[in-house]
């Protein structure tokens, strides 16, 4: 360590930030668009020999200059990231890299949750992280008292929830004995997560075969899926759908799980996408995947984009016929205002 220099490298230090990139080019990878924190290690002459970052409890962007592999650097990277990340509270650490890579991490403590063979893998740094979250699950289930022979997943981020969500878990609590709702627990959204779980349980207590999970970090939105190492946005779009795919097998499996519902997607090419490699990904697997068509209100499918617009712009009546009167409800009191001032704040309200 004696011979190179530790340094947190600052997003307004262009000479640091050049280096950065060109480090990561070199490697074949390139600057994540989510980074909130980066270190670098510098030789004697104040050249970047290796680097790594972190974006909430994730590490990402670690790279290591080909003149100076073999020397441990990444060894040195990764600990000053966890020793970080537990000065910031976070003990509990993923990342996601090419699959050649995952011998290097899994010397260095972490351990796989999923991969999809030539793209991506998974990793956590808590050998017993998944187990213990699939466990979680069960309990649950357990303490809902709801059984059943036929069991179906809907996976939501309902940010807001709208009548298009309820719509969806209608038409899947009617196939299903037992429906496992998770609620995307990643706290992005515009929509902070302690309000769209509680707007998704008021706005399906008529149905009661419901079980309600929230998908820790097991499960996250294309928005924040690291995609450093993929080479273009088609490759990151079915990387991720089929890492996300692999962790819901898994799921599925131990939850008895054999169907799993989704809402088709006129407006996003992404979730488009997406959707057609898990159709396919979840046949392979055994797991029948069905796709309602979309909840329509004037003549147009029901978005929670819209919802959004329309709650930046505070035209409640337009909205109205959009949102279970739940939602609505919560979004015309006082309650929510924090979360109108940070829609009212936001560059884009319809791609978030």
């Known amino acids: ?6 340094s947190t ?15 990561l080019a070199q490697e074949g990878i390139r600057r994540d668009g989510h980074l909130d924190h980066t270190v670098g290690l510098y030789d004697q002459d104040y050249d970047l020999a290796a680097t790594g970052s972190c974006f909430g409890n994730t590490l990402r962007c670690m790279a290591v200059d080909s003149a100076h592999q073999g020397e441990g650097l990444m060894n040195q990277v990764v600990s000053e990231l966890v020793d970080f990340q537990c000065r910031r509270g976070n003990t509990h650490l993923f990342l996601y890299t090419k699959c050649g890579k995952i011998p290097i991490f899994s010397g260095l403590g972490f351990y796989e949750v999923a991969r999809a063979e030539g793209q991506a893998a998974f990793l956590e740094n808590r050998r017993t992280g998944f187990a213990d979250y699939l466990t979680g699950l069960k309990n649950e289930t357990a303490r809902s008292g709801l059984t059943g022979t036929m069991q179906g997943a809907v996976v939501l981020n309902a940010n807001p929830f709208t009548l298009g969500h309820q719509y969806l878990l209608e038409q899947a609590a009617e196939r299903c004995d037992l429906l496992h709702v998770f609620v995307v627990s990643e706290d992005v959204s515009l929509v902070p997560l302690a309000v769209r779980e509680r707007l998704v349980r008021e706005g399906s207590t008529h149905l009661k075969n419901l079980v309600y999970h929230q998908t820790g970090s097991y499960m996250i939105s294309s928005a924040t899926f690291p995609s450093y190492f993929l080479k273009d946005e088609d490759d990151v779009i079915t990387a991720h759908a089929r890492l996300d795919i692999a962790v819901f097998v898994k799921i599925a499996r131990a939850l008895g799980i054999s169907r799993r519902f989704v809402g088709e997607e006129p407006f996003s090419r992404v979730t488009s996408i997406y959707n057609q490699v898990m159709v396919q990904g979840l046949a392979g697997a055994g797991v029948d995947c069905t796709v309602f068509p979309r909840k329509a209100a004037g003549g147009r499918a029901v978005s929670a984009s819209r919802a959004r617009e329309l709650l930046r712009d505070g035209d409640f009546e337009a909205l109205a016929p959009l949102v279970p009167k739940s939602t609505l409800h919560y979004f015309t009191s006082s309650q929510a205002e924090p979360v109108l001032a940070r829609i009212r704040r936001a560059d884009d309200v319809v791609h978030y």
């Open 9 to 23: 490298i600052e997003p307004n230090d262009r000479r640091a930030m050049a280096q950065l990139d060109a480090l």
């Open 1 to 6: 360590m004696s011979d190179y220099i530790l």
